[in-house]
């Protein structure tokens, strides 16, 4: 079974700098994709990033980056000029498709990030 | 266009009673699926629905049921309720359910079993 693990379960930063976000997966899969969800107090789950696992090139989103390394089945999120508004609580998640259809997503525990102003 | 919809917002039962939780997805949308938010077991996947079939179930008791309409609603109903079914539930839509899709999710349900 897939497992998804971050192993912060929060983090703190500066208004203005950067962070980064740490998670690990398990799977004996080759093909598979990996997201970064924000949840913040409204309890809406936000997709943040995603990344296809058979493209070698780290997917970015404006402020946020992540650092995919498939081999060590690593997959952190970097978000540069930490702005108020990114506090809120992040998963990792995994995900496959299987023949009949997507598989669920599996997330991680989760890391409650906290920008100090 | 009007974002993933669960109502109620929050919802207090006893233990023994059933409750029944809605979702409405972005329109277009056919795969619907739920997840148990808890705090000490975090996210947990339900059931995945597309086109009213149920395609996928997560390791839930049969207490746990869902079902979808032909206008892709969904539904889900939790029988004998039990403390720790106090949880948030969340329920995401997508086109078809693929895992490259963007899932969208709504704001959640808050239950209370008391």
């Known amino acids: 079974a897939q497992t998804v693990t971050q192993s912060q379960p929060e983090m703190s930063v500066q208004e203005a700098e950067t962070v980064t976000l740490s998670c690990t997966y398990d799977?004996?899969?080759?093909?598979?994709?990996l997201f970064w969800y924000k949840q913040p107090p409204s309890r809406q789950m936000i997709l943040v990033i995603r990344?296809?696992?058979?493209?070698?090139q780290n997917a970015t989103e404006n402020r946020f980056s992540v650092n995919f390394q498939k081999a060590a089945k690593s997959f952190s999120l970097k978000i540069s000029d930490s702005q108020l508004g990114d506090a809120a609580m992040y998963f990792c998640?995994?995900?496959?498709?299987?023949?009949?259809?997507?598989?669920?997503?599996?997330f991680g525990q989760g890391t409650r990030l906290t920008i100090n102003p | 266009k009007a974002g993933v919809t669960q109502t109620p917002r929050y919802l207090i039962k006893t233990r023994g009673q059933q409750v029944t939780l809605s979702c409405s997805p972005i329109?277009?949308?056919?795969?619907v699926s739920w997840y148990q938010q808890t705090p000490g077991q975090g996210l947990q996947f339900l059931f995945e629905?597309?086109?009213?079939?149920?395609?996928n179930k997560g390791n839930f008791p049969g207490r746990f049921s869902g079902r979808q309409f032909s206008n892709s609603r969904s539904e889900m109903n939790v029988s004998t309720l039990e403390l720790g079914d106090s949880a948030l539930y969340l329920c995401?839509?997508?086109?078809?359910?693929?895992?490259?899709?963007?899932?969208?999710f709504g704001s959640g349900t808050q239950l209370s079993v008391l």
């Open positions: 995401a839509s997508s086109k078809t359910g693929g895992s490259h899709e963007k899932l969208f």
């Open positions: 329109s277009g949308h056919r795969s």
């Open positions: 990344q296809e696992a058979y493209k070698q």
């Open positions: 799977t004996s899969e080759s093909d598979y994709y």
């Open positions: 629905y597309f086109s009213e079939t149920q395609r």
């Open positions: 998640a995994y995900r496959r498709d299987l023949i009949q259809g997507a598989q669920k997503l599996v």
